[in-house]
């Protein structure tokens, strides 16, 4: 069973609200990058870079990030589900930065660990704030969102898809259940 929990319309305002947000929590916008985490976080944060410039008119630096080498689950994947490393799509040095890092769906808060081992790669930044469009719960780590488009209390046997625009041909939210 399907529920849409945020339509095309609402995924759009919450891009903008986020946005507004980031804006407003940092005066100088030079010293931020966008760091979207492969796939769907990466297309939110291209959103969201996007929607900062409509408002600002200032182009942020932003690179997309691959984190299959740092998962700490690969070993429990059936090997149908292994994901493949396609690599990050830029280096730009994060050091003494402000890295805005993205994703879709804050669940357990593995995904986000291993970003920030993979971003250690690419510098020191000074700070890491994190975007989440949809915030599940669960937590496993003491991992938690600085901008949250949506908190969405689930049960475990629920799923939260994020659909974009270049994997799914549309902007929605659905809530899945077993």
Same mark, same amino acid.
Do not use: W
């Given at each position: 069973?399907?529920?849409?929990?945020?339509?095309?319309?609402?995924?759009?305002?919450? &891009?903008?609200?986020?946005?507004?947000?980031?804006?407003?929590?940092?005066? #100088?916008? #030079?010293?931020?990058?966008?760091?979207?985490?492969?796939?769907?976080? /990466?297309?939110?944060?291209?959103?969201?870079?996007? $929607?900062?410039?409509?408002?600002?008119?200032?182009?942020? =630096?932003?690179?997309?990030?691959?984190?299959?080498?740092?998962?700490?689950?690969?070993?429990?994947?059936? =090997? /149908?589900?292994?994901?493949?490393? $396609?690599?990050?799509?830029?280096?730009?040095? &994060?050091?003494?930065?402000?890295?805005?890092?993205?994703?879709?769906?804050?669940?357990?808060?593995?995904?986000?660990?291993?970003?920030?081992?993979?971003?250690?790669?690419?510098?020191?930044?000074?700070?890491?704030?994190?975007? &989440?469009?949809?915030?599940?719960?669960?937590?496993?780590? =003491?991992?938690?969102? #600085?901008?949250?488009? $949506?908190?969405? =209390?689930?049960?475990?046997?629920?799923?939260?898809?994020?659909?974009?625009?270049?994997?799914?041909?549309?902007?929605?939210?659905?809530?899945?259940?077993?």
């Amino acid at each position: 069973m399907e529920k849409i929990i945020i339509d095309e319309d609402q995924f759009m305002r919450t &891009i903008s609200r986020i946005s507004h947000e980031i804006i407003e929590k940092h005066a #100088d916008l #030079d010293e931020l990058i966008i760091v979207g985490i492969k796939r769907r976080g /990466s297309e939110i944060a291209e959103l969201i870079k996007r $929607k900062i410039y409509d408002l600002t008119q200032q182009q942020l =630096p932003s690179f997309d990030l691959d984190i299959t080498f740092y998962r700490d689950d690969l070993e429990y994947a059936e =090997p /149908s589900q292994i994901p493949v490393y $396609k690599g990050s799509s830029d280096y730009i040095n &994060i050091q003494n930065k402000t890295v805005i890092l993205v994703d879709d769906v804050l669940f357990t808060g593995r995904t986000i660990r291993a970003a920030l081992d993979a971003l250690v790669d690419f510098g020191r930044a000074s700070k890491v704030e994190l975007v &989440i469009l949809v915030d599940r719960g669960h937590r496993e780590l =003491p991992i938690r969102a #600085d901008y949250v488009g $949506k908190n969405v =209390p689930t049960s475990r046997n629920e799923k939260v898809q994020v659909r974009t625009m270049k994997f799914d041909r549309c902007y929605n939210v659905a809530l899945l259940s077993q």
